[in-house]
Every structure is written in C-alpha cells, then in structure tokens.
T-cell receptor, first 112, second 114 residues
Framework: DTGVSQDPRHKITKRGQNVTFRCDPISEHNRLYWYRQTLGQGPEFLTYFQNEAQLEKSRLLSDRFSAERPKGSFSTLEIQRTEQGDSAMYLC??????????FGPGTRLTVT | KQEVTQIPAALSVPEGENLVLNCSFTDSAIYNLQWFRQDPGKGLTSLLLIQSSQREQTSGRLNASLDKSSGRSTLYIAASQPGDSATYLCAVMEGGQAGTALIFGKGTTLSVSS
C-alpha cells in the first residue's frame, strides 16, 4: 500500500490525558500537512512540514498541541491535557510537486 | 481572509441524473483548486485538481471547471449512480506561497437513490 497511513484509526481518551497520533506519508512526498475536521465542517489546517522543518502553524494549534517530523519521514501530532473540544477527526495529508494533496484515513479522537 | 462556500449543502437525486455542485471563493488569487470525495467516517479522496492557469479537468464521469475571475468552480457529475453518494468537498490553495494550507468549504452531501 503506497497511500498515506495514520495510526491509530480511533482513540478514546479521558479529559486531561495526553494522546499522540502518527502519520506515514507517501514515501516520495516531502510536504506533510495536519488538518482537523469536526462534524459537518470541512477540514481546518493545523500545521505543515516541508521535510523535517515545520513551516507554518495555524492559530488553531494551541500550546497543548505539538507536531514533529523527525528526519522528514513520518510525523507525530501530540495533544496534551485533552479537552472535550479536541474531539474531532485528525487528518494527515502529503504532497509532492505540483501540490496535489493526498489524505490518509484519519484518526478519530473522542475525549470523554 | 479566504472563504470557501459550497451550495447546496445537501442534494438528493435519482440514479441517472446529471448534476452540478457549486463552489465559490472570495479571493481569486489562488494557486489551485481541488475537489475531494469523503465517505462517512473516512478520509478524503482526491477527485480533480485544477491549477490556476487551467479552466477545467475531466476524469471519467466527472468534470470540474474553474473561473478564477468570478471566484467559482463547478463539479459536474454525469449519469449519477448510488455509489456516488458521499460528501463532496472543494478546497483552494492560496497563491503567493505554493505548498501551504488548503482552505475547505463545508461540503455538499449527495444522495443518489436507485
């Protein structure tokens, strides 16, 4: 399978716990994006990497959120001290030139 | 601030109909526009990408057009099938710095009955 993969697919956690999600992009893609999608809404941009460099962060990415992409391969998104408002689908996408983005299946987070 | 609007929010049609989904954006300085399909609880599948210099793209029964000056795109689906039932999302990438965020509309949820 050469598509974007995400793990886990579903995560249920209690408020206040930390969670970490992983994204493996398509291997030759140097750009990697994280988005968040709530019910009935389109995805909203969180952050973007080119290789290992995090080049852009949305205002949605509060101090409780951190993302990394060591060695420019897979990426992780960590949420500390989760809140009920963090419940959403977290989507990862990757792209080559000329910038068509390919999305993974998403990680659905439920904070109870 | 770029805003993307999709009309209608929901659409129900019988099988075999041709249909048009609309997308509008407020700032015409875009780099590209992408149409996606999303099945319930799933990720996004890219359908068509239109670069800012292009007017349309076609893939099978799908045709997407782009009118940058008026800030509009349409997705035309020919001979609709029940398997086309999904939410269709339109997204633009702003110009000036290629490779950054997509800005999405809220989508049009399509239901095709047999």
């Amino acid at each position: 399978d050469t598509g974007v993969s995400q793990d886990p697919r579903h995560k249920i956690t209690k408020r206040g716990q930390n969670v970490t999600f992983r994204c493996d992009p398509i291997s030759e893609h140097n750009r990697l994006y994280w988005y968040r999608q709530t019910l009935g809404q389109g995805p909203e941009f969180l952050t973007y990497f080119q290789n290992e460099a995090q080049l852009e962060k949305s205002r949605l990415l509060s101090d409780r959120f951190s993302a990394e992409r060591p060695k420019g391969s897979f990426s992780t998104l960590e949420i500390q001290r989760t809140e009920q408002g963090d419940s959403a689908m977290y989507l990862c996408a990757s792209s080559p030139v000329p910038h068509e983005q390919y999305f993974g299946p998403g990680t659905r987070l439920t904070v109870t | 601030k770029q805003e993307v609007t999709q009309i209608p929010a929901a659409l129900s049609v019988p099988e075999g109909e041709n249909l048009v989904l609309n997308c509008s954006f407020t700032d015409s300085a875009i780099y590209n526009l992408q149409w996606f399909r999303q099945d319930p609880g799933k990720g996004l599948t890219s359908l068509l990408l239109i670069q800012s210099s292009q007017r349309e793209q076609t893939s099978g029964r799908l045709n997407a057009s782009l009118d940058k000056s008026s800030g509009r795109s349409t997705l035309y689906i020919a001979a609709s099938q029940p398997g086309d039932s999904a939410t269709y999302l339109c997204a633009v990438m702003e110009g000036g710095q290629a490779g950054t965020a997509l800005i999405f509309g809220k989508g049009t949820t399509l239901s095709v009955s047999s």
